[in-house]
Nanobody
Framework: QVRLVESGGGSVQAGGSLRLSCAAS????????MGWFRQAPGKEREGVAT???????TYADSVKGRFTISQDNAKDTVYLQMNSLKPEDTAVYYC??????????????????WGQGTQVTVSS
């Protein structure tokens, strides 16, 4: 059973930075495609950034140039470095994973395993 545990959320002022971490257990992440998604109050869950088994990445247009997804295979951990944060980045951020290669996609339906989420709040 794959288990994903997010950490690193919190409150920050606009323009600040946060780094989210997602620790995976039950599978080794270099054989998994991983992603970060977020859901703001009253909105649908949306894809933020993903990385697959050949390290191909994709980003939502709203975060390109500000967010970076990366992974440390030795630690089975995926990161989301978030810089130049904006109030509209406020959401619960979820880590997601699926076995094997998937074409770079921000579609949540491609991912089978989900973490519990971590809150990110950006104040103006």
């Amino acid at each position: 059973q794959v288990r994903l545990v997010e950490s690193g959320g919190g409150s920050v002022q606009a323009g600040g930075s946060l780094r989210l971490s997602c620790a995976a257990s039950g599978y080794i992440i270099h054989n998994m495609s991983m992603g970060w998604f977020r859901q703001a109050p009253g909105k649908e869950r949306e894809g933020v950034a993903t990385i697959n088994t050949v390290d191909s990445t994709t980003y939502a247009d709203s975060v390109k140039g500000r967010f970076t997804i990366s992974q440390d295979n030795a630690k089975d951990t995926v990161y989301l470095q978030m810089n130049s944060l904006k109030p509209e980045d406020t959401a619960v951020y979820y880590c997601a994973a699926t076995e094997g290669w998937v074409s770079p996609t921000l579609s949540s339906s491609a991912y089978h395993y989900w973490g519990q989420g971590t809150q990110v709040t950006v104040s103006s």
